[in-house]
């Protein structure tokens, strides 16, 4: 029986247990709305992110509250008024973190003929079907998932008309396990005639198609090879998941229970073999899709080598309050850049404390600005 993906993110990215309390530890960030309650008609334009310059003094010799920067701005425009105190402090820090590191956008190459980013904007469901509780793409029959499908991309469309959208199926084909398996890998590949399926439903839509690894005890070494049949075609992508990765001081470990991790070099492996056979096929560039929700889950992150044949997304995992996944993307995406971010929504975990699921709107103001989308 397929053994079911944690997720793990009862704490943010890095944090240490005397941090503090979260979000509502820090300034508020002094926000203000109309006298009616709108919201403003579009996002701004970022101005750099620099912050407001020494605050003046009035007449009467008061100091004047300084004018908000671009950060609250964005916040301002983009957050609706049910989200709490915590969840607008921790948005201003993360667009903050964006906007003042001077590592976005990354210095790369300029993307080959073909590519999808940062042209389009990926929008996937996740999981796998023998299982309805991995993920929206086995919780629900094909048809039902396929129609809710169509209306989430169709949300995003609307929210960014000037990024086109490019649906994708985010299929689990090593899903780690609790058990060890004849191998004992703790780990369960999924037969070629499951991706052939998905792979059906996704062309059907006009989606592309990635493929993801949850090494267990095994490698990605190991479990990379027998995709490549699958990864040879031009619609086909990639996906690594550090979280069950038990490897890196995890070995012993049982896969959810112990978040796992990910060097630099198991990166560099999977972009060598992309790359490959972008050249051997002449195939448009692939994308590589990296899970990170701790800092400590992909290690060595400034070794990983950027290379025009394979366009690498690191995406922020985690589940949680809005304050909290805005928190994690600040420190494990924003703050570290690799090439391009992406952002993860779940349809329970998110909500299960009552708030509102983040709409495309709201994680547009995220800087850099996430161009990959992910709902399980």
């Known amino acids: 029986m397929v053994w079911l993906c944690l997720g793990l993110m009862a704490l943010a990215c890095g944090r240490e247990p005397s941090a503090g309390a979260g979000p509502a530890a820090r300034a508020a960030p002094g926000q203000t709305r ?58 201003v820090a993360s667009i903050r973190t964006g906007l003042k590191n001077p590592g976005w956008p990354v210095k790369g190459p300029t993307p080959l003929a073909g590519s999808l980013l940062p042209a389009k904007r990926i929008v996937a469901f996740y999981g796998n079907p ?3 509780k ?22 995003w469309r609307a929210a960014d008309p000037a990024t086109p959208v490019q649906p994708a ?33 996704a062309r059907s839509k006009g989606a592309i198609t990635i493929l993801d690894i949850q090494a267990g005890k095994s490698t990605i070494d190991s479990e990379l090879p027998r995709l490549i049949p699958f990864l040879s075609r031009p619609d086909v992508h990639l996906g690594l998941d550090p979280e069950f990765n038990m490897h890196y001081n995890r070995e012993g470990r049982i896969p959810g229970t112990k978040i796992g991790a990910m060097d630099a070099r198991d990166v560099n492996y999977a972009i060598d073999q992309l790359a490959a056979l972008v050249t051997k096929y002449h195939l448009p560039p692939k994308v590589l899709v990296v899970h990170r929700f701790t800092t400590n889950m992909l290690q060595h992150v400034s070794n990983i080598r950027i290379d025009p044949r394979v366009q690498v997304v690191i995406n922020m995992d985690g589940w949680g309050q809005p304050w909290l996944k805005f928190d994690t993307y600040a420190k494990c995406e924003a703050a570290q850049p690799v090439e391009y971010t992406g952002f993860k929504l779940f349809f329970h975990n998110d909500t299960r404390k009552g708030d509102p699921l983040l709409a495309p709107r709201e994680v547009l103001a995220l800087r850099p600005r996430p161009i990959y989308i992910q709902y399980q």
């Open 169 to 201: 199926l985010h299929l689990v084909v090593s899903v780690a396990q609790g058990l060890p398996g004849k191998d004992a890998m703790y780990r369960q590949r999924s037969d070629p005639g499951l991706i052939e399926k998905v792979y059906g439903w």
């Open 34 to 91: 109309d006298s009616a309650g709108g919201e403003a008609s579009q996002i701004p334009v970022d101005s750099g992110g620099g912050s407001a310059a020494a605050v003046p003094l009035d007449s009467t010799g008061k100091r004047r509250r300084p004018p908000p920067d671009s950060a609250i701005l964005i916040q301002i425009a983009t957050q609706p008024k049910r989200r709490t105190k915590a969840d607008s402090i921790s948005l």
């Open 134 to 155: 991995m993920g929206i793409l086995g919780e629900l029959p094909p048809d039902q998932m396929l129609a809710r499908f169509d209306s989430i991309v169709a949300q």
């Open 130 to 132: 023998l299982s309805k």
